[in-house]
């Protein structure tokens, strides 16, 4: 199914190298473990992805700190605001999922980037049948071929896992379907947790492109900016998670936090996976350009 076009998606696809990806193990099925994190992460720039900035920075200190853990992921399950479907959710179903640079205008080394990890084609068309559209009860497609893994995808994963040896499966977002959709849909990836996966949700709190001021500092912010930023902070640190898919009616304040809101959906599918007593962890709390938040959180 076609991404869409001129929301968060940008020309230029290349391909990435296999050879890492075809060496490692297929996986085939999801074997039962403890509970697996969740992460949702502000991922701003794709420059984030080879600049050594305190964001990036944070990435590969919490990709450690997880890889240090006593049982480490058998899957990475990433909601990326920059794979946007319509009538209907997909996974990616390939043995190798393909590097997109999905963006334009940027140092030639950004798009020499490559993130080799392998895909789970078994398990992408196990979890298809397993979760359901919240908006027909159907079951996902699965894209055997023309996604892959996207910047918001591997611009995270890379400084994280920079190993690429995790298989990797993207979730596409229904664009045409309400906020509380996504979240019911992240609700169903909950039990994911249990049997070795780690959801990752990719995106921003506040994402407006049409106002950045670069050279900001990480603290300098418009005001709607903070206080959008805020109302959502407060709802994840007192469990409110299911108040995050009614953010619209902040009013103007949303709208001027997300003229468009694929960069805020990916956080519902992280909210809607934890337990409201989790506890969450908030890093890279600052903003990037002004009308970007990088505010990440870890659950688990």
């Given at each position: 199914?076609?991404?869409?076009?001129?929301?968060?998606?940008?020309?230029?696809?290349?391909?990435?190298?296999?050879?890492?990806?075809?060496?490692?193990?297929?996986?085939?099925?999801?074997k039962p473990?403890?509970?697996?994190?969740?992460?949702?992460?502000?991922?701003?720039?794709?420059?984030?992805?080879?600049?050594?900035n305190?964001w990036?920075?944070?990435?590969?200190?919490?990709?450690?700190?997880?890889?240090a853990?006593?049982?480490?992921?058998?899957?990475?399950?990433?909601?990326?605001?920059?794979?946007?479907?319509r009538?209907?959710?997909?996974?990616?179903?390939?043995?190798?999922?393909?590097?997109?640079?999905?963006?334009?205008?940027?140092?030639?080394?950004?798009?020499?980037?490559?993130?080799?990890?392998?895909?789970?084609p078994?398990?992408?068309?196990?979890?298809?049948?397993?979760?359901?559209?919240?908006?027909?009860?159907?079951?996902?497609?699965?894209?055997d071929?023309?996604?892959g893994?996207?910047?918001?995808t591997?611009?995270?994963?890379?400084?994280?896992?920079?190993?690429?040896?995790?298989?990797?499966?993207?979730?596409?977002?229904?664009?045409?379907?309400?906020?509380?959709?996504?979240?019911?849909?992240?609700?169903?990836?909950?039990?994911?947790?249990?049997?070795?996966?780690?959801?990752?949700?990719?995106?921003?709190?506040?994402?407006?492109?049409?106002?950045?001021?670069?050279?900001?500092?990480?603290?300098?912010?418009?005001?709607?900016?903070?206080?959008?930023?805020?109302?959502?902070?407060?709802?994840?640190?007192?469990?409110?998670?299911?108040?995050?898919?009614?953010?619209?009616?902040?009013?103007?304040?949303?709208?001027?936090?997300?003229?468009?809101?694929?960069?805020?959906?990916?956080?519902?599918?992280?909210?809607?996976?934890?337990?409201?007593?989790?506890?969450p962890?908030?890093?890279?709390?600052?903003?990037?350009?002004?009308?970007?938040?990088?505010?990440?959180?870890?659950?688990?």
């Open positions: 199914m076609a991404a869409l076009a001129g929301l968060a998606i940008f020309p230029g696809v290349a391909v990435t190298s296999l050879s890492s990806a075809a060496a490692l193990p297929a996986l085939h099925s999801l473990s403890p509970r697996m994190p969740v992460l949702f992460v502000g991922h701003g720039s794709p420059m984030n992805a080879i600049e050594d305190a990036r920075r944070a990435w590969e200190a919490l990709g450690t700190e997880l890889m853990r006593a049982v480490q992921p058998q899957l990475i399950l990433c909601v990326s605001a920059h794979w946007l479907t009538d209907g959710w997909q996974l990616t179903g390939m043995a190798n999922p393909k590097t997109i640079h999905d963006f334009g205008g940027f140092p030639q080394a950004l798009f020499d980037q490559r993130y080799p990890a392998p895909g789970a078994a398990v992408a068309r196990s979890l298809a049948k397993e979760l359901k559209s919240p908006a027909t009860g159907a079951a996902l497609g699965v894209d071929g023309e996604w893994l996207d910047h918001g591997w611009s995270v994963l890379k400084p994280m896992f920079p190993k690429a040896q995790i298989p990797v499966l993207q979730l596409s977002m229904d664009y045409s379907r309400a906020p509380a959709e996504h979240y019911a849909l992240g609700r169903q990836l909950a039990v994911l947790r249990e049997r070795g996966v780690l959801i990752v949700g990719s995106g921003n709190v506040v994402h407006n492109l049409r106002v950045t001021r670069r050279g900001t500092a990480a603290n300098e912010a418009y005001d709607w900016a903070q206080e959008f930023d805020g109302v959502v902070r407060d709802q994840i640190k007192k469990g409110q998670l299911a108040a995050l898919p009614d953010f619209l009616k902040l009013g103007a304040v949303a709208k001027q936090a997300h003229p468009t809101h694929e960069h805020y959906l990916p956080l519902l599918y992280a909210a809607g996976a934890v337990q409201s007593t989790e506890m962890r908030f890093f890279n709390t600052g903003f990037q350009s002004a009308s970007i938040s990088m505010r990440s959180v870890l659950w688990g």
